[in-house]
């Protein structure tokens, strides 16, 4: 199983970047997907989950109306594309992959996933 995670880089505040994860080793269309971000000396936070379908999505409150989750079963890989980026969104941003049990159709908590990648770095300067 592997979940490699791209697209992190230096951004001002008010930019935008959009991440990408790339999966293989699982059968992917199963397995609910979530982006969660990390800074030193903190367990990792909740950012965005999509369902296996791609058809449902949530977000953490503070990131609602400025990311964007994606997915595309086809070519196996999930998106966040991240617009009005702030200081505060400064952190490792790490994918990460859940099967789909048939019923939760997303999770919002890290203990809930099975398989996670080893993250972009994402810097936002103010």
């Known amino acids: 199983v592997q979940l490699q995670a791209s697209g992190g880089g230096l951004v001002q505040a008010g930019g935008s970047l959009r991440l990408s994860c790339a999966a293989s080793?699982?059968?992917?269309?199963?397995?609910?997907m979530g982006w969660f971000r990390q800074v030193p000396g903190k367990d990792p936070e909740f950012v965005s989950t999509?369902?296996?379908?791609?058809?449902?999505?949530d977000y953490a409150n503070s990131v609602k109306g400025r990311f964007t989750i994606s997915r595309d079963n086809a070519k196996n890989g999930v998106y966040l594309q991240m617009n009005s980026l702030k200081p505060e969104d400064t952190a490792v941003y790490l994918c990460?992959?859940?099967?789909?049990?048939?019923?939760?159709?997303?999770?919002?908590?890290?203990?809930?996933?099975?398989?996670w990648g080893q993250g972009t770095q994402v810097t936002v300067s103010s």
């Open positions: 080793g699982f059968t992917f269309n199963r397995y609910i």
């Open positions: 999509i369902s296996a379908s791609g058809g449902n999505s």
């Open positions: 990460a992959a859940k099967y789909y049990s048939g019923v939760f159709i997303y999770a919002t908590r890290a203990d809930e996933y099975d398989y």
